[in-house]
């Protein structure tokens, strides 16, 4: 904590004065710091529960103080008085804000794009008109009263509350007495029209100059005319929703031209844009979302171009189930479940480094244990990442290579990376692989002849997409994989409560994440199984309990989801990798187990303020000891 007078010298500063936030971030500035046991800066509770409740920071606001944070960073530089400790913790304090800023930018797209659908939605039943008029509402209840679906209305009233639109008290929902939450439902409930139809298809022929003929049509769906409601809170007021809305599939489009990479700070957007006019529409949607400066990619719009891509285009392939999001409240008409085609890229981007702790793990282990295996197994393979990386170190000459997915769509890109010499060329392919059923890939194998060899499967956030599961049916399937012999290592997403995704605010993007699949009856799961509702155990003890053996030290923990110290465990790590090793192969390789202890809390901050990333992000998935996001 500083004991320089630092609020006086800001408030003589006249332009750094006149910030309307400058107090608060102040305050933060000149609280307590301190650094992880990994070597990462964290700020204390109060200072990062006051930057999410007093300081707006998403679009032009977040550009906004990135702006003061450096003018206040040079500024620094002219007083005199600060110890060398007060230096540092200042420089932590920079550091952290604008992480969380970075943060808060990426992940709130996603969550910002179902929001606009799932408020239209009810706009259109009539419940958010009942909530404006004060009615507070059981989803269960009403859903029987009105011939609902019970789930879908549950998991839309949950998602509106962790996105602070909702309070809930005991099993009822209620607006909180906020006039500002109140003032955007009644904006966007009177001004909302019919969602635009927004395909990332069409805008990147739009982009490519190939549809001059969208204009029109792009130009009125990026027409944003919701009033600016000054929140002061880290809750999206209606212009901040409509632009989430129209700036996530634009995003994508950008990314499927592969121009996101040149969007760094400082590049003319139009540069690296095949589009030879009508660019009002772009300048204005990015202008209004601070990614840009008179057509210049800024601070802000810079980190999101490289991060945002991935965790968006995660939620965004559920666009089916959203399309029908009307009909499934109302029980009518059947559905699709979602096309793994429109992610696989997003997955890539997610798990890219989480695939690299685990290679880096799996190198580890082997070095120490003299472990030689010649399978090596991706399922949920998406475009081959964990593969790719796996050939890029060790080759083919001794390793044969299996990619394994349920979705035709993912193995036609696995095979596409093959085709472009990233993947072997040996490596071959197992269509219809459910991962809930190991037997499918077991049988590939052993007609292959490889069945007895030592195997290793590496999994990116595929185990969660096994539906309607229970514990007993993990266990099962943990057990099939296990008694075959393979390394296990995968890596899961954590299960957050309603209390962690509201007091995070937008440090992660998994309210969005959480909604789509449990909407998608896909089955997330805990770290571990401490306070869990509904009784479903967390990844380790279902692994544990079908014949593994988890080797901590070559684990993998994300950032945790609070960027400071919380008593007792309660700051689960974003994802885990679980490194899963056969019984019987610990025996083989005799390798000396710790005694046994309750599946400890990831290590507080150790990965302060990366986004979240999710699937399939690792922040942005790319989830790292503390980086920036």
């Known amino acids: 904590m500083l004991s320089f007078p630092l609020h006086q010298h800001i408030k003589e500063d006249a332009l750094l004065s006149s910030y309307l936030h400058w107090e608060p971030l102040v305050d933060i500035l000149s609280g307590e710091t301190g650094m992880s046991s990994a070597g990462f800066p964290y700020i204390c509770d109060d200072g990062f529960m006051n930057f999410i409740n007093q300081i707006p920071h998403l679009f032009r606001d977040g550009q906004s103080i990135l702006d003061w944070l450096n003018r206040f960073n040079d500024y620094r530089e002219s007083l005199d008085g600060f110890t060398f400790q007060e230096t540092d913790s200042l420089t932590r304090a920079l550091q952290v804000l604008r992480t969380m800023v970075n943060t808060a930018n990426v992940t709130c797209l996603s969550d910002l794009w179902l929001l606009r659908q799932v408020i239209e939605v009810h706009v259109r039943t009539g419940i958010i008109g009942l909530l404006l008029e004060g009615e507070s509402i059981h989803p269960n209840l009403y859903a029987h009263q009105k011939g609902l679906d019970e789930h879908q209305l549950s998991i839309d009233f949950h998602f509106l509350h962790t996105r602070g639109y909702l309070e809930k008290e005991d099993s009822f929902f209620l607006i909180p007495d906020d006039p500002r939450i109140k003032k955007t439902l009644k904006v966007l409930s009177e001004a909302m029209l019919p969602s635009p139809v927004l395909s990332v ?81 772009l300048d204005r949607l990015l202008e209004m979302a601070g990614w840009t400066n008179k057509g210049v990619v800024t601070e802000l719009g810079g980190r999101v171009f490289v991060r945002g891509p991935g965790p968006v285009g995660i939620i965004h392939a559920y666009w089916p189930y959203m399309d029908k999001l009307y009909d499934r409240v109302n029980q009518r008409g059947t559905y699709t479940l979602v096309s793994r085609a429109a992610n696989v890229a997003a997955s890539q981007d997610a798990n890219r480094r989480s695939f690299k ?131 296990l290592i995968f890596t899961e997403e954590s299960a957050l409560t309603d209390e962690h995704l509201v007091s995070t605010a937008w440090n992660t ?59 007792g465990s309660d700051n689960p790590s974003i994802s885990m990798t679980y490194f899963c090793v056969p019984e019987a192969l610990v025996e083989e390789l005799d390798i000396e187990l710790p005694g046994i202890t309750e599946d400890p809390a990831p290590e507080t901050n150790d990965d302060q303020n990366e986004v979240e990333s999710t699937e399939e992000v690792e922040d942005t998935p790319e989830e790292t000891p503390n980086p920036e996001p």
């Not at 950008?254 to 095949?274: A, C, D, S």
């Not at 282990?365 to 949920?380: D, K, L, M, P, Q």
Request: aromatic share 12%; with cysteine.
């Open 509 to 567: 993007y998994h309210a969005g994440f959480r909604y789509v699949h449990e909407m998608s009856g896909q089955g997330l799961r805990p770290i571990w199984d401490k306070g869990i509702e509904d009784e479903r155990w967390g990844w380790r003890r279902c692994a544990e309990e079908g014949g593994f053996v988890i080797l901590e030290e070559y684990c993998y923990r994300s950032r945790t989801i609070y960027p400071f110290s919380r008593p």
């Open 201 to 281: 298809d069409a805008l990147v022929d739009w982009l490519s100059g190939e549809r001059e003929d969208l204009n029109q049509q792009v130009g009125e769906a990026f027409i944003i005319d919701a009033p600016v409601v000054e929140m002061n809170s880290w809750v999206a007021g209606p212009e901040q929703v409509e632009l989430g809305y129209r700036l996530a599939p634009m995003l994508l489009a950008l990314r499927v031209m592969n121009v996101t990479p040149q969007l760094k700070k400082g590049v003319e957007l139009r540069k690296y844009i095949p589009k030879k006019g009508g660019f009002e529409f």
């Open 357 to 487: 702790a685990a290679n880096d793990a799996l190198d580890r282990f082997s070095e120490r244990y003299g472990f030689a295996y010649s399978v090596f197994v991706e399922h949920a393979v998406g475009q081959g990442e964990a593969s790719r990386q796996r050939y890029d170190r060790s080759g083919a000459q001794h390793i044969h290579y299996f990619g394994a997915d349920l979705e035709d769509a993912a193995i036609d890109q696995a095979e596409k990376q093959q085709e472009l010499g990233l993947l072997p060329h040996k490596m071959a392919f197992v269509r219809n692989a459910d991962i809930g059923e190991p037997g499918r890939v077991i049988t590939y194998l052993e007609e292959c002849g490889v069945g007895e060899e030592s195997k290793v499967m590496i999994v990116g956030n595929g185990f969660h997409e096994i539906r309607n599961q229970s514990n007993e049916k993990m266990i099962e399937v943990f057990r099939g994989y296990q008694e075959a012999g393979f390394v």
